[in-house]
T-cell receptor
């Protein structure tokens, strides 16, 4: 099925460990995003990539890095995981331009990360 | 300070009745609004949108109303069905500035049979 695929679905890390969350979309979207969801906080933007070759910080970028590997793939890396990074992470993609924001973003199913 | 607020964390409604979910925003530059629905263990899925040039948009059982002067929008679901039980997120964007959407904290809707 077309859409956004995230891996892994679940992960438990020890404090200080590193990991990369993978995201791929097959809708030929230009823009990709990483959000985290915490109780009572909604979805907060970590990083985004408006187009291949560009990345920008969102609302909560500290402790994360991203790579826009190609048009399809956008990865999120935690270099030294902290308990405060325990969250559910969502990758999303969208068309850019001024004519097709009818549905906003298409989201992946999420990665549930626990840092102990 | 949250730019998009959903002040009701949860809402319970009887099947067949109307569900009204509210959303308030503080940034007067926001000109495009979305509602997403999220089931457990799934990503949010798009439900309905509205542009600031309109005050109402309908799609089947779902209607979104926008009151720009009050910086308030609401999602009406009529009639509510048990399958509508989910978390609903309101999101807003200033499309002149970019396409990044700001999300509210969500409202958990429970439709009781």
């Amino acid at each position: 099925n077309a859409g956004v695929t995230q891996t892994p679905k679940f992960q438990v890390l020890k404090t200080g460990q590193s990991m990369t969350l993978q995201c791929a979309q097959d809708m030929n979207h230009n823009s990709m995003y990483w959000y985290r969801q915490d109780p009572g906080m909604g979805l907060r933007l970590i990083y985004y990539s408006a187009s291949e070759g560009t990345t920008d910080k969102g609302e909560v970028p500290n402790g994360y890095n991203v790579s826009r590997l190609n048009k399809r793939e956008f990865s999120l890396r935690l270099e030294s995981a902290a308990p405060s990074q325990t969250s559910v992470y969502f990758c999303a993609s969208s068309d850019t331009g001024t004519v097709n924001y009818g549905s906003g973003y298409t989201f992946g199913s999420g990665t549930r990360l626990t840092v102990v | 300070d949250q730019q998009v607020k959903q002040n009701s964390p949860s809402l319970s409604v009887q099947e067949g009745r109307i569900s009204i979910l509210n959303c308030d925003y503080t940034n007067s530059m926001f000109d495009y609004f979305l509602w997403y629905k999220k089931y457990p263990a799934e990503g949010p899925t798009f439900l309905i949108s509205i542009s600031s040039i309109k005050d109402k948009n309908e799609d089947g059982r779902f209607t979104v109303f926008l009151n720009k002067s009050a910086k308030h929008l609401s999602l009406h679901i009529v009639p509510s069905q048990p399958g509508d039980s989910a978390v609903y997120f309101c999101a807003a964007s200033d499309l002149n500035y970019g396409q990044n959407f700001v999300f509210g904290p969500g409202t958990r809707l429970s439709v009781l049979p």
